[in-house]
């Protein structure tokens, strides 16, 4: 049974800027899903799904809410292994849809095992840097990266470079939060240079062509680099006060691509102008600030560093998402939380809320 008690100690203002962003996603997927066709408008399924996603999203949040977060630590490994063996899964039975192998089938809906190794990662490393009690030297970052550079791998293969990627930065937030040795940051900052050309060896040429086209859009602007132009163009256009609900030309007219997923913040910008952009930053800051709020009233150091893991979570794909939207980094696929379209992202963006809140509930049950 849960203590009662417990349920005084809810974080109630992350719940409800999680019901703000919610609700703005499903309205902002409702006008994404809307376009027009010769005197009327036709509706694609997407903001209906979404909202069904949000139900089963909400019970796994509950679900994730009960139990003492501490019990995790036990059972970390065997949840990092079962996705590990989903990811290579994938690669051999996983369904393709636009050319990327990510989703296993389970006949009644698409399953992405890539966003529970978000999941994993998260755990894995939380429980790794609570039993370090030293700021971290160059073998325990070593060891780190073994831990997150597997299922990194495995999920580039897919291909899905931004959710390789997100796992990385993930771990590295989480491995600067804990403190690392001077000589180490030193050593880390001289070969960081050295690996950059590596890294461009083994990427794919579609990927090369994104990074090339994030520095020039122009060179191709009705081929690579043309998500990116009609998005600024999509944005620009929302001028300061928008162009209101459903207005938008660039998405009803279908000129904005992928503009359920990717580019969800493009069609908000075009609609809301730049104050409702405004407004979503803000809530999305708040967000962020009420969860590193939890990592410091956290009374043990795996619940804190579990809640800096989320914190790290949904920031990277804030930050990555929007500066991807406005040319000012490369597209890599990676979605805006509860705004852009998505079943199983959803599903752990509220897993993940569970787990903050979590640990939020439990903080005064034992001494620091």
């Not at 703005?24 to 376009?35: I, R, T």
């Not at 997407?46 to 139900?55: A, D, P, V």
């Not at 599903?347 to 903080?363: D, E, H, Q």
Request: glycine residues 8%.
């Amino acid at each position: 049974m849960v203590d009662r008690q417990l349920f005084l100690h809810i974080n109630w203002s992350i719940l409800a800027i999680v019901f703000l962003l919610f609700v703005a996603g499903v309205l902002n997927l409702y006008s994404a899903s809307a376009f027009r066709i010769g005197d009327g408008t036709a509706i694609t399924p997407f903001f209906s799904r979404q909202i069904l996603w949000g139900g089963i999203s909400v019970l796994a949040m509950v679900a994730a809410m009960l139990f003492d977060y501490r019990h995790l630590k036990n059972i970390s490994w065997l949840i990092y292994l079962v996705v590990i063996a989903c990811l290579i899964t994938v690669l051999f039975w996983g369904r393709t849809i636009s050319g990327a192998q990510r989703w296993l089938d389970l006949g009644f809906f698409n399953f992405q095992p890539s966003e529970l190794a978000k999941i994993a990662v998260v755990l894995i490393t939380s429980v790794f840097l609570s039993k370090i009690n030293h700021p971290l030297g160059f073998r325990d970052i070593m060891k780190a990266l073994c831990l997150v550079l597997i299922p990194a791998y495995l999920i580039a293969s897919q291909p899905d470079l931004g959710s390789a990627l997100l796992l990385v930065f993930v771990m590295a937030g989480m491995l600067v939060y804990h403190g690392i040795k001077k000589n180490t940051i030193k050593t880390i900052i001289f070969t960081m240079p050295l690996l950059v050309p590596l890294g461009w060896i083994f990427l794919k040429d579609y990927q090369k062509t994104r990074l090339l086209t994030f520095l020039n859009p122009g060179q191709d602007p009705l081929g690579s680099g043309y998500h990116v132009i009609q998005s600024q163009i999509a944005i620009g256009s929302g001028g300061f006060w928008g162009k209101g609900f459903m207005e938008g030309t660039q998405s009803q007219l279908r000129f904005l691509p992928e503009k359920h997923t990717d580019f969800a913040f493009s069609v908000f910008g075009e609609e809301w102008g730049f104050i409702g952009s405004i407004i979503l930053l803000f809530l999305f800051c708040l967000f962020l600030y009420q969860i590193f709020l939890s990592s410091e009233e956290s009374k043990d150091k795996f619940g804190a560093m579990l809640c800096v893991g989320v914190f790290f979570y949904f920031f990277w794909q804030v930050l990555i998402n929007i500066g991807m939207v406005l040319g000012l980094m490369p597209v890599v696929g990676v979605p805006l939380p509860f705004v852009s379209y998505g079943g199983t992202s959803l599903l752990v963006n509220f897993i993940m809320i569970g787990l903050v809140l979590n640990v939020s509930m439990r903080r005064y049950m034992f001494k620091s």
